[in-house]
Nanobody, 128 residues
Framework: QAQLVESGGGLVQAGGSLRLSCAAS????????MGWFRQAPGKEREFVAA????????DYADSVKGRFTISRDNAKNTVYLQMNSLKPEDTTVYYC?????????????????????WGQGTQVTVSS
């Protein structure tokens, strides 16, 4: 049974940083593209960042480009999201997700319906 477990969320002041981690088990991690999504109450879950199976290619939503960095350690079956220059509008629940496949192709990696496994989410709160 595949499982994704996020950690690292919390409360931070605007301009601060957090690093989210997502530990995967029960799947061959290096076969999966990994993504981070976020969902505010009453809103759809939105794409934040994705990374190819090797870690060689990344993509970001425009709203976080230049502030967030996604990375992965295949030896540790873990994907990370380094979040810098946090803003109050970044406040929400963050989810990691796994999608079978090697590459980031077109825009399919931004589609939440194409990810097979999801974590339970971790809350990030940015105070102004």
């Amino acid at each position: 049974q595949a499982q994704l477990v996020e950690s690292g969320g919390g409360l931070v002041q605007a301009g601060g940083s957090l690093r989210l981690s997502c530990a995967a088990s029960g799947l061959t991690f290096s076969y999966y593209t990994m993504g981070w999504f976020r969902q505010a109450p009453g809103k759809e879950r939105e794409f934040v960042a994705a990374i190819s199976s090797s870690g060689g290619t990344t993509d970001y939503a425009d709203s976080v480009k230049g502030r967030f960095t996604i990375s992965r350690d295949n030896a540790k079956n873990t994907v990370y999201l380094q979040m810098n220059s946090l803003k109050p509008e970044d406040t929400t629940v963050y989810y990691c997700a796994a999608r079978i496949g090697t590459y980031l192709s077109g825009s399919s990696h931004t589609r939440r319906d194409l990810y097979k496994y999801w974590g339970q989410g971790t809350q990030v709160t940015v105070s102004s």
